[in-house]
């Protein structure tokens, strides 16, 4: 069945530091992925999204790359910023693009 | 303002109540959904409407029961809950091109801010 699989959190890391969260998926044929991120107090809102391998996914300074070598689509930003502090979902739409299935989720949370 | 207002925001109920959280949405988007978030695990999908005929029901046990009278609007009717079931109950609507049969969605989602229930 698919699935996605991400880094436990926290992880906790101070303003300009550079940012990685592991994603890697189990999906029937190259599913679309992506990545969401939920703000306190909000619901979930799509970051970034790539639809094929290869394909990089990019918006508010954060990338992610369709590896489908390795099933991954890590997300990366150069320098977070405390506003970054969120929970981050990576997903994947099902072979039939009928429903997202997320992963757990990963707290980030940035301090000055 | 997300284009999906969820209500209440929060609801504490007993477990033999009857309640109901309602889901609104003004994209002109034709699929909704709810998604069940518990702490440390995946956001689990539980029903998924497309031109309010229902293509998705995940397992969800009978005590909850969707109900959806039009493309935008969404409701949960919850009935004899247990504990376990306090969650943050997220609806989400998107634009999907086709009725029934393979959606061929594009997975961009939009949520509304939750339902936050504790069942005592």
């Known amino acids: 069945g698919n699935s996605v699989t991400q880094m436990e959190g926290p992880v906790t890391l101070s303003e300009e530091a550079f940012l990685t969260i592991n994603c890697t998926y189990t999906?029937?044929?190259?599913?679309?992925l992506f990545w969401y991120v939920q703000y306190p107090g909000e619901g979930l809102q799509l970051l970034l999204k790539?639809?094929?391998?290869?394909d990089k996914g990019s918006n508010k300074g954060f990338e992610a790359t369709y590896r489908k070598e390795t099933t991954s689509f890590h997300l990366e930003k150069g320098s977070v910023q405390v506003s970054d502090s969120a929970v981050y979902f990576c997903?994947?739409?099902?072979?039939?693009?009928?429903?997202?299935?997320f992963g757990k989720g990963t707290t980030l949370s940035v301090s000055s | 303002e997300t284009g999906v207002t969820q209500t209440p925001r929060h609801l504490v109920m007993g477990m033999t109540n009857k309640k109901s959280l309602k889901c609104e949405q003004h994209?002109?988007?034709?699929?909704m959904y709810w998604y069940k978030q518990s702490a440390k695990k995946p956001l689990e999908l539980m029903f998924v409407?497309?031109?309010?005929?229902?293509?998705e029901n995940n397992s969800v046990p009978s005590r909850f029961s969707p109900e959806c009278p039009n493309s935008s609007h969404l409701f949960l009717h919850l009935h004899t809950l247990q504990p376990e079931d306090s969650a943050l109950y997220l609806c989400?609507?998107?634009?999907?091109?086709?009725?029934?049969?393979?959606?061929?969605?594009?997975?961009?989602?939009?949520f509304g801010e939750g339902s936050r229930l504790t069942v005592l």
């Open positions: 989400a609507s998107s634009y999907e091109r086709f009725a029934g049969g393979l959606v061929g969605g594009t997975g961009e989602l939009f």
């Open positions: 999906a029937t044929g190259y599913p679309s």
């Open positions: 790539a639809t094929k391998a290869d």
């Open positions: 997903a994947l739409l099902n072979q039939a693009g009928t429903a997202l299935i």
């Open positions: 994209l002109g988007h034709n699929a």
């Open positions: 409407y497309n031109f309010k005929e229902q293509t």
